[in-house]
């Protein structure tokens, strides 16, 4: 069962990345790496209709080449305001929503901790970091609304 929930979750996501352009798809990967700018480049495809996924997840889980994704992209440059936009503006959970990397699908905490470990000193204290702010009702807004 859990094999053929996993093939299903990777035909999804091929699927959705065939209908990004790929011109589109290398300006996320960029703007992923970059202060600020992934929500305002997100922000501005949405409302041009130049991209149609269904979530966050899908999103960061697009591929980059060389083995990185948009979630890689992400945690291994320290992108903090980037990150925020995917996960709290797009409504992620970190103990729920699951990512591609790697092959695999992971649960998003879990992924960022993946790649925390690939990286330096300062992308492991990022991380670590990062996931308490996300799970803290006061920085992450969404928590009290799936609180009620």
């Known amino acids: 069962m859990r094999i ?12 959705s990345q065939a209908q990004i352009d790929q011109a589109v798809v290398g300006q996320l990967c960029q703007a992923a790496g970059e202060d600020s700018a992934f929500g305002v480049l997100v922000d501005g495809l949405i409302e041009r209709d130049a991209m149609t996924l269904s979530g966050g997840e899908e ?15 992400m945690v291994l440059s ?13 409504g992620l959970s970190l103990s729920s929503s699951q990512v591609e990397l790697n092959g695999k699908t992971l649960v998003l905490s879990d992924a960022m901790q993946v790649l925390a470990a690939k990286g330096d000193a300062q992308t492991r204290d990022f991380v670590e970091s990062y996931l308490s702010d996300l799970a803290d009702e006061d920085f992450n807004p969404n928590l ?3 609180l009620k």
């Open 4 to 15: 053929l929930a996993s093939a299903v979750l990777l035909a999804c996501a091929s699927t």
């Open 59 to 73: 999103l960061l889980s697009l591929q980059c080449g060389q083995g990185q994704t948009v979630l890689s992209r």
């Open 78 to 90: 320290r992108q903090a305001e980037n990150l925020e936009y995917a996960v709290i503006d797009m």
């Open 144 to 146: 009290l609304l799936s």
